[in-house]
């Protein structure tokens, strides 16, 4: 009999799956995401205008 190996996800609720991009000085967002804020800060060119932004595609809101 095979072993089971089902997994189960730890499930969080879709208003607190935060992502994190780059709003580049031209008004669009880099072409990628970030794990955290920090790889997103550390990413982003501040002194020539980009700004770091958290989103939530669920609701559609920026935080």
Do not use: K
């Not at 799956?17 to 794990?35: D, H, K, Q, S």
């Not at 550390?42 to 989103?55: I, N, R, S, Y």
Request: charged share 25%; with cysteine.
């Amino acid at each position: 009999m095979a072993a089971d190996t089902t997994q189960f996800l730890e499930w969080t609720h879709p208003r607190e799956e935060i992502e994190y991009g780059v709003l580049m000085a031209n008004g669009r967002l880099a072409p990628r995401t970030f794990a955290n804020r920090a790889e997103a800060e550390q990413w982003a060119h501040t002194d020539e205008g980009e700004q770091v932004v958290e989103f939530n595609h669920v609701c559609s809101c920026d935080l």
